[in-house]
């Protein structure tokens, strides 16, 4: 795409109007880069939240297995 089919936005020296999809393209590498940087950390911490939620419900289910296994070994006992 050449800079013929591109304007340039008022007020923003960084924003340019895409003539032909009437898109507006940030033109700062900089700032996207930091963008990509920061929604690159924040889908990291939501994997490392979902891997944790997946880990505390896997203890949970054992813990009732262990829980279950000692009532029936109670129960035993006292008949």
């Known amino acids: 795409m ?10 923003d020296i960084t924003l340019v109007r895409d003539t ?3 898109a507006i393209i940030n033109t700062n590498t900089s700032s996207y880069t930091e963008y990509m940087i920061r929604r690159t950390k924040r889908q990291n911490n939501g994997d490392e939240i979902r891997h ?17 296994l000692l009532k029936e070994v109670i129960g035993n006992k006292v008949k």
């Open 52 to 68: 944790a939620v997946t880990e505390i419900n896997s203890l949970k289910k054992e813990l009732f297995e262990i829980k279950s």
């Open 20 to 22: 032909f999809s009437k």
């Open 2 to 11: 050449s800079d013929i089919t591109r304007l340039k936005v008022e007020n």
